[in-house]
Each structure stands twice: as C-alpha cells, then as structure tokens.
C-alpha cells in the first residue's frame, strides 16, 4: 500500500503537464483570429451601408479617387451597384458575420488546444485548397497562390501534430 501512495502524486503530475510551446500553431490562431475580426469589420461596414444610396456612395468614391466613371468597366459596376437592394445588403454582411464568427470560435478552441477546433481547422482549410487550385488553374494569382501555400500548410501541420498539441480524452 506504501508504494501505491509514492507513485500516486508522479501519476497525477504526468497527467498535468505543461503544454508544449507550439509557434507554429500560434501563428495559425494568430491567422484565423485576424481574418475573424477582419471579417467582422468588414461585416458590420456592409451592414451599415443597407439602407444608404450604394450608387451615390459609389460615383463619389469614382470622384475621389479619380476615375473616369464612363469606362465601360465602371458604367457595368455601377448598373450592379444600383441593382442591389438593402435585403441582399443585409444577407450578404450576415453571411461575412457568421463566417467570422466561425474563424473566431475556431482561433480561440486553438488557443485552448481543444481536439475539435484543430478538426475544424484542418477541416476549413482543407475545404478551400481545391478551389483554390481552380482558381489558379483558370487565372494566375499571387496572392491565391499564396492563401493556397497557407492553407496547405495549416492542413500539414495540423495533421502532423495533431496528438502532440491537442487534448486527449
């Protein structure tokens, strides 16, 4: 019963140990925190522009920044524009908010290292690494090209590390 009682406390402190420092990983939940509350912000600008007039927003905006508004370019944007009403205004800024509000949820069960936010994140960025691909397959972009090096990245270094940065129940 004496040698039960000194293994006891060495069982208990094995299976409170410290977290393991984890750069990467913080980088990510650095990743999808910032595109959450830039989403967010970009949510709540769109829905404040609901019931404003989107065309005089827009010819000002053409103003200011200098432009020729008679460019076909810009007379096709602006008929858009003016097509849109304040209820898809709306859908459009709940859709960017819940979107947010899901890499917010996902950053902050990364910072907790709970098992089913690694899942969620190796899940999301998984998702997008095919149309990704099809978007570089019809048109070059730099800056898809580079969300794509992320994503694939995200998905490796989760996969891999998955049972060393998550708890385990």
């Known amino acids: 019963m004496h040698a039960v009682a000194e293994h006891s406390p060495s069982v208990a402190a094995a299976s409170e140990c410290p977290k393991k420092r984890a750069p990467t ?10 595109k959450g509350i830039l ?16 065309s005089e927003i827009y010819q000002a905006l053409l103003k200011w920044i200098n432009v020729d ?12 524009i003016s097509a849109l009403t304040p209820s898809n205004v709306y859908w459009v800024a709940a859709g960017t908010a819940f979107y947010s509000m899901f890499s917010l949820v996902e950053g902050v069960g990364l910072i907790f290292r709970v098992g089913w936010a690694g899942w969620l994140a190796i899940g999301e960025s998984a998702f997008f690494v095919p149309i990704e691909v099809h978007h570089l397959m019809g048109r070059f972009s730099l800056t898809v ?25």
């Open 39 to 54: 989403l967010l912000l970009v949510a709540l600008g769109v829905f404040s522009l609901a019931n404003a007039n989107l």
């Open 145 to 169: 090209f580079v969300i794509l090096l992320i994503n694939i990245g995200i998905v490796w270094y989760l996969l891999q590390n998955k049972d060393r940065l998550f708890k385990h129940h």
């Open 69 to 80: 508004p008679e460019q076909h370019f810009f007379v096709s944007l602006a008929k858009k």
């Open 25 to 34: 990983l913080y980088v990510i939940i650095a990743i999808k925190l910032g």
